[in-house]
């Protein structure tokens, strides 16, 4: 049922270009922004808000930064009311306890008016590189309360009336160790804000205020309508999970998943008090992450906005780690807690599918994400540098479907930079950067391989970089394997101390084994360390979990991925049941028939 006539055609055109105005608003921060998270991994957020703050569109995004640039607008209208929001301002905000996850994400919010009536809003995040934290960069593992961790204004006007505010501008970037990138981050919002509100200006002009918001509005309508269909559709249900993460002792994270008819009930109850380490989650951001997960498994073909929301509830106790009451820290949140709870959500609500004959098609196996690694110093060209090693990150192996493998280096929504662009800006030097061999869980579809990879400083002035270690910290977390499948191995950082790296450059030698560098190796848990001359930073992140019993696989296809490095011989004969003939190099099929056999006998006695 349409809401104010709009025929179909109309629709579709305006909620397609509704669509593109979000688009192109990530492509102005893309090619006007200061650091590498913005310009090459894409960690940003492009929107545009109704009114009153809910959704109307969301370009290509992370799903939780949506959610919470909602209410970042809510926040402003609150803190100045309509009647001091003028045509032409630009409001700023990254107080976590309101709206942000963390300080380094900086909204720049601004109204859009047209015939000096406020119609709508947009609202870009880009993270920073730098908000005068106690550990360059922001990600503060030593902070114990939120004061240690930077720069946090509630909502402030950085443009008034069309004007820059200098004065406020200047207050901002001085307060960084790195002010001309983050000047520019902020200048690269503003544009990408103009942009928007140049657009819908010109649809309000076009086809009256009236008719767009009629179709904000069934759009909205729409998107709600079939989620909650589609919910309606799966057997009511209370599905858990828990997570635990390795700081200030185990955290353990909890969450139950009710489905009463047409709605989800996401219940954190049972999740632990919050911690003096700033894995803390604010309220906000565990709703985004319960929202990207939704939109990801069942609202993956529908327009990213408040209908996706409707049908949702979250209950996050407070003063526990996924609603965090002041002044706790928060500072590594977005990356240990925030992906915990995605992993959760995203676990109880593949739980929920395969209940369901129809959705459990769509079934892919978790994963509770990776460790990573923040460096900052003086760079080859003797300027200050803060920057997240994004050549590493972000390259997941994906979970197993219930009928495919995996993705090797998957990764997630976000973009990574090759290396030889890392080694360009920054005094690094990669060592190898590769598939992790029998790191992706085996299965009848086995999951996606993670990347490992290993860098030394390199040209540093100073002979050395600082570094901070953050992520979901745990062996246990990694790819979950679903139905038999085994899960994957788990994301790990090791610093390994006084090699002998140089000697083999020096001896053109390629060091691309870790066990041929010698040295002290040792695991890093949230921690600030330094990257000296002979340390090497190894790194290996999450891997997909497999799906269904390894001995069902294929045989060529196992003997594939031994052929492509994914899969050792060794596990593809224990784990998997698959011989291969020594002078033919093929699969032996009569041998492998017996010997998983063998192995099923075997599984078989142990479970008695």
Sequence with gaps: MLIRNVDPITFEVLSHRLHQITREMGIVLERTGGTVTTTQQHDYNASLYRPDGEIMAAGETYGHHVVC?????????????????????????????????????????????YQNELVGWSATFVHVSDVGA?????????????????????????????RLRRDVFDTITHMTRQPEAVGLDLKCEIAANNVAKSRMQSMYQQYGPELVNAVSMEM???????????IREIPDGVWSETLTIEADGLCKLTLTLRKEEDHLVFDFSGTDKQVRKGINLPFHGTFGFCFGAVLYSLAYDLPKNQGVLRPMRVIAPEGTIVNVQYPGP????TTSSGFGVGFLASSVLMQMLAT???????????????????????????????????????????????????????????????????????????????????????????????VESAHMSHDAPEGKIRGVAY????????????????????????LIEKTKVNELIEMNQ???????????????????????????????????????????????????????????????????????????????????????????????????
């Design 356 to 450: 369901s004959e129809k959705w459990k098609r769509e079934i892919v196996a978790p994963n509770a994400s990776h460790r990573n690694c923040r460096h900052s110093g003086v760079n080859q060209y003797g300027r200050y540098c803060a920057f997240i090693n994004m050549a590493h990150g972000a390259l997941d192996g994906n979970g197993a479907g219930i009928n495919k493998d995996g993705v090797n280096s998957g990764g997630s929504y976000m973009s990574v930079p090759n290396v030889e662009w890392m080694e360009l800006h920054y005094p690094i030097l990669y060592l190898f950067r590769r598939h992790a061999i029998d790191s992706a869980g085996a299965g009848r579809f086995r999951g996606g391989a993670g």
């Design 471 to 494: 992520g979901v910290a745990g062996l246990r977390n990694s790819g979950h394997g679903m139905f038999g499948g085994y899960p994957a191995a788990p994301s790990l950082m090791v």
């Design 69 to 113: 640039a909602g209410f970042a607008v809510k926040r402003i209208l609150e803190r100045f009311g309509k009647d001091e929001i003028y045509p032409d301002d630009v409001f700023l905000l990254n107080d976590p306890y309101l709206a942000a996850i963390h300080n380094p994400d900086v909204y720049v919010i601004s109204p859009i008016h």
């Design 134 to 162: 106690m550990t360059p960069g922001g990600d503060s593992p030593e902070a114990t309360e939120i004061f240690q961790e930077g720069i946090r204004i509630p909502g402030i006007k950085l443009v008034e009336r069309g």
């Design 330 to 333: 928060i500072s590594m949140s």
């Design 220 to 230: 909205i309508h729409y998107t709600e309508t079939i989620l909650r269909n589609r």
């Design 510 to 608: 390629s060091p691309v084994n870790i066990s041929g560098l010698g040295g002290q190796s040792r695991f890093l848990p949230y921690c600030n360390f330094e990257l000296k001359k002979h340390d090497v930073l190894y790194m290996r992140v999450a891997s997909g979990g497999g799906y269904g019993d390894p001995l069902e696989r294929d045989p060529q296809l196992v003997w594939n991925d031994v052929n492509n490095g994914i899969v050792s011989e060794e596990v593809a004969r224990n784990i998997y049941g698959v011989v291969v003939d020594g002078e033919s190099g093929k699969v032996d099929l009569a041998a492998t028939q017996e010997l998983r056999k063998i192995i099923r006998e075997n599984e078989l006695k142990g479970a008695e």
